[in-house]
Protein backbone atom coordinates (compact mmCIF):
# COMPACT_ATOMS: atom_id res chain seq x y z
CA UNK A 1 0.00 0.00 0.00
CA UNK A 2 0.93 3.28 -0.76
CA UNK A 3 1.76 5.80 2.24
CA UNK A 4 0.80 9.30 1.68
CA UNK A 5 3.10 11.67 2.75
CA UNK A 6 2.49 15.80 3.25
CA UNK A 7 4.51 18.16 3.61
CA UNK A 8 2.50 19.95 6.18
CA UNK A 9 2.96 16.55 7.92
CA UNK A 10 6.71 17.48 8.53
CA UNK A 11 6.06 20.71 9.90
CA UNK A 12 5.96 19.84 13.69
CA UNK A 13 7.11 20.61 17.12
CA UNK A 14 7.96 24.29 17.55
CA UNK A 15 8.44 24.93 14.00
CA UNK A 16 4.46 25.21 13.99
CA UNK A 17 5.02 28.63 15.33
CA UNK A 18 7.43 29.82 12.51
CA UNK A 19 5.04 28.44 9.66
CA UNK A 20 1.75 29.97 10.86
CA UNK A 21 3.03 33.38 11.65
CA UNK A 22 4.31 33.48 7.88
CA UNK A 23 1.31 31.46 6.27
CA UNK A 24 -1.05 34.42 8.10
CA UNK A 25 1.51 36.92 6.90
CA UNK A 26 1.48 39.54 9.54
CA UNK A 27 2.63 42.35 7.92
CA UNK A 28 4.70 45.43 9.89
CA UNK A 29 1.46 47.39 8.95
CA UNK A 30 -0.51 44.67 10.79
CA UNK A 31 1.93 44.81 13.60
CA UNK A 32 2.42 48.70 14.38
CA UNK A 33 -1.43 49.51 14.10
CA UNK A 34 -2.59 46.64 16.55
CA UNK A 35 0.16 47.85 18.93
CA UNK A 36 -1.01 51.42 18.85
CA UNK A 37 -4.30 50.39 20.00
CA UNK A 38 -2.62 48.54 22.90
CA UNK A 39 -4.19 51.28 25.46
CA UNK A 40 -7.57 50.62 24.28
CA UNK A 41 -6.85 47.01 24.66
CA UNK A 42 -5.88 47.30 28.32
CA UNK A 43 -8.81 49.58 29.16
CA UNK A 44 -11.31 46.33 28.15
CA UNK A 45 -9.73 44.20 29.21
CA UNK A 46 -11.32 43.11 32.38
CA UNK A 47 -14.74 43.24 31.12
CA UNK A 48 -13.66 41.03 27.87
CA UNK A 49 -12.06 38.30 31.18
CA UNK A 50 -15.87 38.91 33.28
CA UNK A 51 -17.56 38.22 29.97
CA UNK A 52 -15.45 35.27 29.46
CA UNK A 53 -15.62 33.90 32.48
CA UNK A 54 -19.91 34.53 33.50
CA UNK A 55 -19.65 32.38 30.00
CA UNK A 56 -17.77 29.40 31.66
CA UNK A 57 -20.12 29.63 35.28
CA UNK A 58 -23.22 30.09 33.20
CA UNK A 59 -22.97 25.99 32.38
CA UNK A 60 -22.53 23.35 35.05
CA UNK A 61 -20.37 21.32 32.76
CA UNK A 62 -17.84 24.16 32.01
CA UNK A 63 -17.95 25.99 35.35
CA UNK A 64 -16.70 22.50 37.38
CA UNK A 65 -13.16 23.00 35.06
CA UNK A 66 -12.85 26.47 37.30
CA UNK A 67 -13.84 25.88 40.29
CA UNK A 68 -10.57 24.70 41.96
CA UNK A 69 -8.81 28.39 40.74
CA UNK A 70 -9.43 31.81 42.28
CA UNK A 71 -11.56 33.48 39.82
CA UNK A 72 -9.45 36.60 40.18
CA UNK A 73 -6.39 35.27 39.35
CA UNK A 74 -7.83 33.24 36.39
CA UNK A 75 -9.31 37.10 35.06
CA UNK A 76 -6.55 38.68 35.37
CA UNK A 77 -4.66 35.87 33.17
CA UNK A 78 -7.06 36.49 30.74
CA UNK A 79 -7.05 40.05 30.44
CA UNK A 80 -3.54 39.99 30.27
CA UNK A 81 -3.99 37.40 26.84
CA UNK A 82 -6.55 39.93 25.75
CA UNK A 83 -3.67 42.72 25.88
CA UNK A 84 -1.42 40.79 24.41
CA UNK A 85 -3.18 40.39 21.25
CA UNK A 86 -2.02 44.39 20.99
CA UNK A 87 0.87 43.61 21.90
CA UNK A 88 2.62 44.45 18.15
CA UNK A 89 5.29 41.92 18.41
CA UNK A 90 4.09 38.62 17.16
CA UNK A 91 6.87 36.85 17.11
CA UNK A 92 8.16 33.34 17.51
CA UNK A 93 8.29 33.94 21.66
CA UNK A 94 5.11 34.87 21.37
CA UNK A 95 3.58 32.13 18.83
CA UNK A 96 5.18 29.52 21.79
CA UNK A 97 3.28 30.99 24.27
CA UNK A 98 0.08 30.60 22.60
CA UNK A 99 0.78 27.12 21.53
CA UNK A 100 1.59 26.07 25.19
CA UNK A 101 -1.78 27.58 26.28
CA UNK A 102 -3.76 25.64 24.09
CA UNK A 103 -1.32 22.39 25.63
CA UNK A 104 -2.76 23.54 29.37
CA UNK A 105 -6.51 23.07 27.73
CA UNK A 106 -5.36 19.73 26.62
CA UNK A 107 -3.77 18.29 29.80
CA UNK A 108 -7.16 19.81 31.94
CA UNK A 109 -9.14 17.44 29.93
CA UNK A 110 -11.39 19.71 28.50
CA UNK A 111 -13.27 19.19 25.65
CA UNK A 112 -11.77 21.43 22.51
CA UNK A 113 -15.36 22.87 21.49
CA UNK A 114 -15.32 24.94 24.60
CA UNK A 115 -12.32 27.17 23.65
CA UNK A 116 -13.20 27.25 20.00
CA UNK A 117 -16.72 28.58 21.00
CA UNK A 118 -15.21 31.16 23.09
CA UNK A 119 -13.39 32.74 20.11
CA UNK A 120 -16.72 34.78 19.19
CA UNK A 121 -16.70 36.74 22.65
CA UNK A 122 -12.81 37.23 22.07
CA UNK A 123 -13.55 38.24 18.13
CA UNK A 124 -16.74 40.58 19.82
CA UNK A 125 -14.36 42.68 22.21
CA UNK A 126 -11.15 42.61 19.80
CA UNK A 127 -13.48 44.27 17.03
CA UNK A 128 -14.32 46.83 19.46
CA UNK A 129 -11.22 47.10 20.31
CA UNK A 130 -9.47 47.30 16.60
CA UNK A 131 -12.44 49.10 15.12
CA UNK A 132 -10.98 52.44 16.56
CA UNK A 133 -8.18 51.68 14.47
CA UNK A 134 -10.17 51.22 10.95
CA UNK A 135 -11.05 48.55 8.99
CA UNK A 136 -7.24 47.53 8.22
CA UNK A 137 -6.98 47.54 12.23
CA UNK A 138 -10.21 44.89 12.09
CA UNK A 139 -8.65 42.78 9.65
CA UNK A 140 -5.00 42.28 11.25
CA UNK A 141 -6.66 41.94 14.56
CA UNK A 142 -8.44 38.81 12.53
CA UNK A 143 -5.28 37.74 11.63
CA UNK A 144 -3.50 37.57 15.10
CA UNK A 145 -6.59 35.57 16.39
CA UNK A 146 -6.48 33.00 13.79
CA UNK A 147 -3.37 31.86 15.21
CA UNK A 148 -4.55 31.67 18.57
CA UNK A 149 -7.14 29.59 17.29
CA UNK A 150 -5.29 27.58 15.46
CA UNK A 151 -2.59 26.28 17.75
CA UNK A 152 -5.50 25.88 19.89
CA UNK A 153 -6.98 23.09 17.89
CA UNK A 154 -3.09 22.42 16.91
CA UNK A 155 -2.49 21.14 20.65
CA UNK A 156 -5.20 18.83 20.93
CA UNK A 157 -4.69 17.32 17.36
CA UNK A 158 -1.23 17.24 18.49
CA UNK A 159 -2.04 15.01 21.97
CA UNK A 160 -3.80 12.55 20.12
CA UNK A 161 -1.45 11.76 17.19
CA UNK A 162 1.57 11.36 20.08
CA UNK A 163 -0.98 8.95 21.51
CA UNK A 164 -2.19 6.99 18.34
CA UNK A 165 1.29 6.91 16.85
CA UNK A 166 3.00 5.48 20.35
CA UNK A 167 -0.28 2.75 19.61
CA UNK A 168 0.49 2.54 15.55
CA UNK A 169 4.01 2.61 15.66
CA UNK A 170 4.82 5.94 14.11
CA UNK A 171 2.92 9.32 12.81
CA UNK A 172 2.32 8.45 9.75
CA UNK A 173 0.04 5.46 10.31
CA UNK A 174 -1.71 7.40 12.98
CA UNK A 175 -2.65 10.18 10.59
CA UNK A 176 -3.65 7.18 7.97
CA UNK A 177 -5.70 5.58 10.41
CA UNK A 178 -7.67 9.26 10.79
CA UNK A 179 -7.74 9.34 7.58
CA UNK A 180 -9.98 6.34 7.07
CA UNK A 181 -7.21 4.94 4.86
CA UNK A 182 -6.42 1.98 7.41
C1 LIG B 1 -10.66 31.33 23.83
C2 LIG B 1 -10.60 30.36 24.72
C3 LIG B 1 -9.67 30.36 25.91
C4 LIG B 1 -8.55 31.09 26.14
C5 LIG B 1 -7.90 32.11 25.23
C6 LIG B 1 -8.04 30.73 27.44
C7 LIG B 1 -6.91 31.27 28.02
C8 LIG B 1 -6.31 30.79 29.15
C9 LIG B 1 -5.03 31.19 29.65
C10 LIG B 1 -4.16 32.27 29.02
C11 LIG B 1 -4.76 30.47 30.74
C12 LIG B 1 -3.48 30.50 31.59
C13 LIG B 1 -2.57 29.39 31.07
C14 LIG B 1 -1.21 29.37 31.73
O1 LIG B 1 -0.39 30.23 31.42
O2 LIG B 1 -0.96 28.47 32.55
C15 LIG B 1 -5.89 29.61 30.96
C16 LIG B 1 -6.00 28.73 32.00
C17 LIG B 1 -7.15 28.05 32.28
N1 LIG B 1 -8.28 27.96 31.49
FE1 LIG B 1 -8.59 28.85 29.75
N2 LIG B 1 -8.88 29.79 27.98
C18 LIG B 1 -9.90 29.54 27.09
C19 LIG B 1 -10.98 28.72 27.29
C20 LIG B 1 -11.25 28.08 28.45
C21 LIG B 1 -12.47 27.42 28.77
C22 LIG B 1 -13.68 27.34 27.81
C23 LIG B 1 -12.32 26.89 30.02
C24 LIG B 1 -13.27 26.09 30.86
C25 LIG B 1 -14.43 25.67 30.49
C26 LIG B 1 -11.00 27.24 30.49
C27 LIG B 1 -10.46 26.88 31.70
C28 LIG B 1 -9.21 27.20 32.13
C29 LIG B 1 -8.64 26.75 33.41
C30 LIG B 1 -9.31 25.87 34.42
C31 LIG B 1 -7.35 27.27 33.49
C32 LIG B 1 -6.31 27.10 34.63
C33 LIG B 1 -5.35 26.00 34.26
C34 LIG B 1 -4.15 25.92 35.19
O3 LIG B 1 -3.77 26.93 35.80
O4 LIG B 1 -3.60 24.82 35.30
N3 LIG B 1 -10.38 27.97 29.51
N4 LIG B 1 -6.82 29.83 29.98
Redesign the pocket.
Known amino acids: MDMPQHKSWEITGPDVAAELLSWINVTPEDCQLLGSLYERAKERSMTFAQD?AG??LAAEQ??E??A??PLDV?AK??A??FIELFSGTYDLTYAEARI??GQ??V??G?PVR??????D??TRHGEQVAAAGGQTAVEAFRKILSL?IAV?SQAYEENQLTHLANVMGNERLARMLLMKEL
Do not use: K, S
Open positions: FRITAYIPYLTLNWRIVHRLLYPIAMFLVDF
